[in-house]
């Protein structure tokens, strides 16, 4: 069945995996620009952006190996059925079982927002919370090796469709939320530092 579908869609594949490829290398600069918008604090000393940066390159590698296994799986339909259901097992499980590096991305920088305590924060608060759900919801992808059905197979709601929705939806409001940052006003930064702590008596 595997074999027959590789056949059968074998120039879509291809030219998705083209477009996954080139896609997912914008994930590095990205990564960048929101991993800097986070103010620095003496306890951070730079970790935490790196390790966003570090991350964002490890998923691009991820995903490019897992698209060019699928290409090669693709490429000859003559193939035996037992050889491209093995080429589409491995590129699955590249793609999704390397969950822990997705979870720490997230993680990095909802801590880095948390650390983010100056007068005016490049993130919302709300957003570190959000980080670190989306970390939780890519665990599931671990259990794909334990499971060849169900919805913690590979192609489960699980494994594969919870942890692809909550990483999608991290990513289009990390971005909406960077542009605002990126976008702010100069002198911003200083608009709450001018706020009064307490009642100024007229003299």
Same mark, same amino acid.
Request: a neutral charge; one cysteine or more.
């Given at each position: 069945?595997?074999?027959?579908?590789?056949?059968?869609?074998?120039?879509?594949?291809?030219?998705?995996?083209?477009?996954?490829?080139?896609?997912?290398?914008?994930?590095?600069?990205?990564?960048?620009?929101?991993?800097?918008?986070?103010?620095?604090?003496?306890?951070?000393?730079?970790?935490?952006?790196?390790?966003?940066?570090?991350?964002?390159?490890?998923?691009?590698?991820?995903?490019?190996?897992?698209?060019? *296994?699928?290409?090669?799986?693709?490429?000859?339909?003559?193939?035996?059925?037992?050889? *491209?259901?093995?080429?589409?097992?491995?590129?699955?499980?590249?793609?999704?079982?390397?969950?822990?590096?997705?979870?720490?991305?997230?993680?990095?920088?909802?801590?880095?927002?948390?650390?983010?305590?100056?007068?005016?924060?490049?993130?919302?608060?709300?957003?570190?919370?959000?980080?670190?759900?989306?970390?939780?919801?890519?665990?599931?992808?671990?259990?794909?090796?334990?499971?060849?059905?169900?919805?913690?197979?590979?192609?489960?709601?699980?494994?594969?469709?919870?942890?692809?929705?909550?990483?999608?939806?991290?990513?289009?409001?990390?971005?909406?939320?960077?542009?605002?940052?990126?976008?702010?006003?100069?002198?911003?930064?200083?608009?709450?530092?001018?706020?009064?702590?307490?009642?100024?008596?007229?003299?």
């Amino acid at each position: 069945m595997i074999a027959d579908i590789f056949a059968e869609r074998r120039t879509g594949i291809r030219f998705g995996a083209i477009i996954m490829m080139v896609g997912t290398m914008f994930w590095i600069p990205w990564a960048a620009v929101v991993a800097a918008q986070p103010r620095r604090t003496e306890r951070d000393r730079g970790v935490l952006p790196q390790t966003q940066v570090g991350c964002a390159v490890a998923a691009t590698a991820i995903v490019i190996i897992a698209m060019l *296994i699928w290409v090669v799986a693709a490429f000859r339909p003559d193939r035996s059925p037992e050889l *491209i259901q093995t080429l589409s097992d491995l590129g699955f499980v590249i793609s999704i079982m390397p969950f822990a590096v997705f979870c720490v991305w997230n993680v990095a920088l909802g801590l880095a927002i948390f650390a983010d305590d100056g007068p005016a924060p490049a993130y919302p608060r709300w957003s570190a919370y959000l980080c670190m759900w989306t970390a939780l919801l890519y665990v599931p992808g671990g259990a794909l090796a334990f499971f060849q059905t169900g919805p913690l197979a590979w192609n489960g709601a699980f494994a594969f469709f919870l942890p692809a929705i909550a990483f999608f939806i991290w990513l289009i409001v990390m971005t909406v939320l960077t542009l605002r940052s990126i976008n702010r006003p100069p002198g911003a930064d200083h608009e709450f530092s001018t706020i009064p702590t307490s009642r100024q008596v007229p003299a």
